[in-house]
């Protein structure tokens, strides 16, 4: 399964998810792989979940 593969499977619940999970479930250059995703259509919310931390979820998922 690639980067892009587990991202679209986390992210694909439509749910928030942190920082720390992304980086344990996607990989430590989830950031990379969700830039790519962008630049592909998908639109992806970022929120500061406190002043360390930020959560990501998906809205749209365009392959």
Do not use: C, I, P
């Amino acid at each position: 399964m690639t980067m892009t593969e587990r991202l679209a499977q986390v992210l694909g619940d439509g749910q928030w998810h942190s920082t720390r999970e992304l980086v344990e479930l996607v990989g430590h250059r989830f950031s990379a792989v969700l830039h790519r995703a962008k630049q592909k259509g998908w639109q992806v919310e970022k929120r500061r979940a406190d002043k360390q931390m930020f959560e990501y979820r998906l809205v749209n998922y365009q392959s």
